[in-house]
């Protein structure tokens, strides 16, 4: 029998006491509000979002780079797949406009550091800009709503 230690990272125990010290506050000033199932619902639907750009953003970081536009790519993707839906089109190529969008989006980005050479603080900083922008202009300032259940 061997004795291996387990070696815990003293980053994630603290990450894990601060988010247990969230939770607690959270519970002893909005017990009511914070305490249901509907809420724990709600977290869970919205951190899933958040967890799968943060991949993205992750991995950029590990290369040595920085997306500032990702959230705006998020944003973009999701104007034209629901507009596209308002429409009465097909779930699937809902889901296949939102992902090519988002890889000429992130081709777009790539070209941008990659072959101009600008630095891609900068080059997503800009781009961010105008994936804001085509979406302000396509949705029309508002939000897209009236999209099947489905």
């Not at 790519?73 to 889901?95: D, E, H, K």
């Amino acid at each position: 029998m061997s004795n291996k230690k387990i070696k815990i990272d003293s980053n994630i125990v603290r990450l894990l006491i601060i988010l247990l010290v969230f939770i607690v506050l959270a519970c002893v000033t909005k017990p009511s509000q914070f305490i249901k199932i509907a809420n724990f619902q709600t977290m869970a639907k919205a951190l899933s979002e958040y967890g799968l750009m943060a991949v993205g953003v992750g991995i950029c970081m590990i290369s040595g780079g920085i997306d500032l536009s990702t959230v705006y790519i998020a944003n973009l993707c999701g104007i034209l797949s629901g507009l596209y839906l308002q429409g009465g089109g097909n779930n699937a190529v809902a889901v296949l406009i939102a992902l090519v969008v988002g890889a000429a989006c992130g081709a777009f980005n790539g070209f941008l550091v990659s072959y101009l050479k600008i630095p891609a603080m900068l080059a997503t900083l800009g781009s961010y800009q105008l994936f804001q922008g085509i979406a302000i202009v396509i949705s029309g300032g508002s939000t897209v709503s009236g999209i099947p259940a489905s």
